[in-house]
Each structure stands twice: as structure tokens, then as C-alpha cells.
């Protein structure tokens, strides 16, 4: 049987340390915080408990035993207003931190395909 995106990702402490590193990467990002809705979100939560929802979400996602706790994506960013733009940007801070990781090509590809199938949760129309 093939191994899914988790057990291939190395499991829960490998996601943990690259959601670390994302959320971090976002936080900062001034592309992002531009956009005063989402810069206020940035320092409304701890990102401790941002980095456990999102490291949740990508084991879940990616065919973990985790089960993800949080909002819906579009409860959680609907009133934020984000551009196509912004969506870019984020998209960049998600490839920045796959590529200092090293994560290969093929599992690079399959993680963005599930962060893009939020998209149309995400980015106002």
C-alpha cells in the first residue's frame, strides 16, 4: 500500500517544525499585514495556538490521525477581506518554507494542491 502525504511528511514532529516556521514566515510578512484586518488577526490569537491548529489541519489533511478542531477556513477568514494578491503572497511564505525544509518536489506539490482547495474559503470574491 502507498504511503500517504503524512507518513511521507515523517508524521506529526516534522509537520510541527514546518507550520512552526510558516506561521512565523506570515506573521512577519509585511505583503500580509498591509491589509489591517489581517494584521489585527495576526496579534489577536498567541501563534502558539495558531501554529497547533494549522500543524492539525496539515496532519489531518494529509492523511494523519489527527482531527482538525478549529474553524472552518471560511468562518476563520471571511471577515478579513483578502485579496488574490495576499493569497500570493501567502502562497510564497508556504514555498519559502517548504523549500528551506527541503520537502521534495512531489510532496511539495501535493501540500499546495490542499492549501489551494481553500481558496475560494479564503479570498473574497
Not at 495556538?49 to 492539525?56: D, Q
Request: charged share 25%.
Amino acid at each position: 500500500m502507498a504511503m500517504s502525504l503524512y507518513e511521507r511528511l515523517g508524521g506529526v514532529y516534522p509537520i510541527a517544525v514546518v507550520v512552526d516556521d510558516l506561521i512565523d514566515r506570515v506573521m512577519a510578512d509585511p505583503r500580509l499585514n498591509a491589509n489591517p484586518l489581517v494584521d489585527e488577526a495576526h496579534h489577536k490569537v498567541p501563534p502558539a495556538g495558531f501554529k497547533y491548529l494549522v500543524t492539525e489541519m496539515v496532519c489531518w489533511a494529509s492523511g494523519g490521525p489527527q482531527k482538525y478542531s478549529g474553524r472552518s477556513m471560511a468562518d476563520s477568514h471571511k471577515h478579513l477581506n483578502i485579496t488574490h494578491a495576499e493569497w500570493l503572497a501567502f502562497m510564497d511564505d508556504v514555498k519559502q518554507t517548504l523549500d528551506k525544509f527541503q520537502v521534495p518536489g512531489v510532496e511539495q506539490k501535493e501540500l499546495q494542491a490542499i492549501v489551494e482547495s481553500t481558496y475560494g474559503d479564503i479570498v473574497m470574491k
